[in-house]
Nanobody
Framework: QVQLVESGGGLVQPGGSLRLSCAAS????????MRWYRQAPGKERELVAG????????NYADSVKGRFTISRDNAKNTLYLQMNSLKPEDTAVYYC?????????????WGQGTQVTVSS
């Protein structure tokens, strides 16, 4: 079955950095676009960044442009999010996402999330 397992979250001071990872299995990772979302308390889940299947095309939310970098290693079936210059408003649960056609329907698949807390 499809599995997405995020890791790398934690508590960091403002201005600090974290690198999130998402280990994927159950589908052909190298053929699928991938995305990172986040959800802060009391807010809707929002798209943070996306990357094409081969990694040649990326897109970012305006709020993270220039600070976050999405990347992938198709040989390791792993998605990454490098987060620099972190701000308190980046505090959220971060989720890895893929949109797949399985069992005759399109569905979003999510990991369990990893908590990122930016605080002094």
């Amino acid at each position: 079955q499809v599995q997405l397992v995020e890791s790398g979250g934690g508590l960091v001071q403002p201005g600090g950095s974290l690198r999130l990872s998402c280990a994927a299995s159950g589908f052909i990772f190298s053929t699928k676009s991938m995305r990172w979302y986040r959800q802060a308390p009391g807010k809707e889940r929002e798209l943070v960044a996306g990357i094409s299947s081969a990694g040649g095309s990326t897109n970012y939310a305006d709020s993270v442009k220039g600070r976050f970098t999405i990347s992938r290693d198709n040989a390791k079936n792993t998605l990454y999010l490098q987060m620099n210059s972190l701000k308190p408003e980046d505090t959220a649960v971060y989720y890895c996402n893929v949109y797949l056609y399985l069992r005759s329907e399109w569905s979003n698949y999510w990991g369990q999330g990893t908590q990122v807390t930016v605080s002094s």
